[in-house]
């Protein structure tokens, strides 16, 4: 109910939430009886890839973040409640758990027994009298999601880390941050202010920077103290020492592993997974190290694609990305304006503003 509402803007403005008492459960605890049942069980968060998405970029819930700003707790709870049978349209990370959802399809026809799938847990901290208005509309929209964490204007980082979290989303920049400093991968959604680009139904699509996001700021320090020039000397004389790992790294991972139960099954041509670098680094004077260093990780992206500084947006417009993650807001704006959705992962001396 704070923060920046989705929407591309730079502000780091958050609104205020009176602390109410949490309530985390599953969708089933509150569903209508009369709710037709999925008949399929969300696997053990131990064993799955938990993403943890806010409410706010799921749906588009800016009509209802106005009145809470605008008339505060009391008013806001009651339109709700009001509303509750009126669905909330789709938000930036709508397509992205569809696409989640599709991919757990394919691997319980593939492994029927596993529970090495995505397991999406919704994280809001709404009051738990909007509950029945998220899960009519989970339902109303066929989304499979049984876990619910609404912690009342609590702090979210413990519930994160409970669920063993292996990406929370949000429109929260302050969330965001909070939760990387508490060593999860986190990042601020954007929807684009024209609106966004078709994106693929069937096959997941991710695109990642490289510095301070798959990997360390280390790179990115030198270029913003020395110049370019220094940096090209600095990635030559260290392109046999691996890079650091980046707030990402562990996300890509774990795309990585349930992209390898597809090459299993002979499926690497047709695999429902498919992730993207897409750095403003070059390839012939500092995309070695880069690539190195991932296959130091045992880890690949099915794409590259070495920019030499040119903008990423129209690049990523023919993508279509579900998601693109950047560690610079400037790259992050570009990309939404050509229709991406794009996340920022607020780490690194980048965040660090510009001495005058």
Request: glycine fraction near 8%; aromatic fraction near 8%; charged fraction near 20%.
């Amino acid at each position: 109910m704070s923060g920046n509402n989705g929407r591309l803007v730079t502000s780091q403005g958050q609104g205020t939430t009176p602390t109410v008492g949490a309530s985390c459960y599953g969708n089933e605890s509150l569903v209508n009886p009369s709710t037709p049942s999925k008949h399929l069980k969300s696997p053990k968060p131990q064993n799955a890839i938990t993403i943890a998405v806010s409410s706010r970029v799921l749906f588009n819930m800016d009509q209802e973040q106005q009145i809470y700003e605008r008339d505060g707790m009391e008013v806001y709870v009651r339109y709700q409640t009001e509303h509750e049978t009126e669905p909330f349209s789709p938000g930036p990370a709508f397509p992205f758990v569809k696409a989640l959802e599709a991919v757990n399809t394919r691997l319980r026809q593939l492994y029927p027994e596993s529970e090495e799938l995505f397991d999406v847990v919704l994280m809001t901290n709404n009051h738990a009298h909007v509950g029945l208005r998220l899960i009519n509309t989970i339902n109303h929209h066929q989304l499979f999601i049984e876990r619910f964490c609404m912690t009342g204007g609590n702090s979210l980082v413990g519930y994160l880390k409970a669920y063993h979290t292996d990406l929370y989303l949000s429109a929260d920049p302050t969330k965001v941050r909070v939760a990387l400093e508490q060593g999860i991968a986190a990042a601020t959604m954007f929807n684009p202010p024209e609106g966004r680009t078709e994106v693929s139904e069937t096959q997941l699509r991710v695109a990642f920077d490289g510095d301070a996001v798959l990997f360390s700021d280390e790179s990115e320090r030198v270029f913003k103290a020395h110049g370019l020039d220094k940096f090209f000397e600095h990635e030559k004389a260290h392109e046999d020492t691996l890079l650091g790992h980046g707030p990402l790294k562990g996300f890509l991972g774990s795309l990585g592993k349930l992209q390898k139960k597809f090459y299993d099954k002979g499926q690497r041509m047709d695999c429902p997974i498919r992730t993207y670098l897409v750095t403003s680094r070059s390839a012939a004077s500092s995309g070695t190290r880069a690539l190195k260093t991932l296959r130091s990780w045992g880890l690949e992206t099915d794409e590259a694609l070495f920019l030499a500084g040119a903008p990423k947006g129209p690049m990523l417009e023919k993508i279509r990305p579900h998601i693109f993650f950047d560690d610079q807001m400037f790259h992050v704006e570009g990309a939404a304006q050509l229709g991406t959705v794009a996340a920022h992962v607020p780490y690194g001396v980048a965040q660090t503003p510009a001495q005058n």
